[in-house]
T-cell receptor
Framework: QLQLQESGPGLVKPSETLSLTCNVSGVSIINRSYYWGWIRQPPGKGLEWIGNIFYSGTTYYNPSLRSRVSVSVETSRMQFSLKLRSVSATDTAIYYCVRHWGGGHIDYWGPGTLVTVSS | DIQLTQSPPSLSASVGDRITISCRTTRGIGNYLAWYQQKPGKVPRLLIYDAATLQSGVPSRFSGSGSGTDFTLTISSLQPEDVATYHC?????????FGGGTRVEIK
């Protein structure tokens, strides 16, 4: 059974870089059927797609975040990671790592981790 | 970029009612649409993908329809455990996006 688990600091200062890692267990991260990605949800608001990555390293990003975001994968460690640069209070959100079937719909979600941007 | 608009933003209905939630896109996306249920304080759960395919384990009172720019999620008989926010998501291209969500409550 696939499990996803986010890890990283829960508090980040404005203008700094938010860094999160997602550990994948139960299935191989190397699979042509899936993409791995990040979704966020500000408190009380809707879902926002951040970006996703194929095991080969191919990435796709939300145009509104593209200038600040990068997603990477370490297949040997069964992990993929998110970096969001120059954060501000508007980046405060629950961050979920997810699996996209065929790069499309999301069939597995991590439990999510709240990241607060504050000095 | 294609935008997704859900309506209504919220609704209140009685147990046993049939309810429908709309998701409209600014350009056609074929049938590349999914619906998720998010109960308060919980992680979203996939209900329907490819506009009308029910995810394994999802009760049959949930159904999806539509193609192109107009999509609908229907709950045929609302149950107390269906109190949640429902989100649509498009995936017709590598650029993914969500609708704003519809909150469903029980009268």
């Amino acid at each position: 059974q696939l499990q996803l688990q986010e890890s990283g600091p829960g508090l980040v200062k404005p203008s700094e870089t938010l860094s999160l890692t997602c550990n994948v267990s139960g299935v191989s991260i190397i699979n042509r059927s899936y993409y791995w990605g990040w979704i966020r949800q500000p408190p009380g608001k809707g879902l926002e797609w951040i970006g996703n990555i194929f095991y080969s390293g191919t990435t796709y990003y939300n145009p509104s975040l593209r200038s600040r975001v990068s997603v990477s994968v370490e297949t040997s460690r069964m992990q993929f990671s998110l970096k969001l640069r120059s954060v501000s209070a508007t980046d405060t959100a629950i961050y979920y790592c997810v699996r996209h079937w065929g790069g499309g719909h999301i069939d597995y979600w991590g439990p999510g981790t709240l990241v607060t941007v504050s000095s | 970029d294609i935008q997704l608009t859900q309506s209504p933003p919220s609704l209140s209905a009685s147990v046993g009612d049939r309810i429908t939630i709309s998701c409209r896109t600014t350009r056609g996306i074929g049938n590349y649409l999914a619906w998720y249920q998010q109960k308060p304080g919980k992680v979203p759960r996939l209900l329907i993908y490819d506009a009308a395919t029910l995810q394994s384990g999802v009760p049959s009172r949930f159904s999806g329809s539509g193609s192109g720019t107009d999509f609908t999620l229907t709950i045929s008989s609302l149950q107390p455990e269906d109190v949640a926010t429902y989100h649509c998501q498009k995936y017709n291209s590598v650029l993914l996006a969500f609708g704003g969500g519809t909150r469903v409550e029980i009268k």
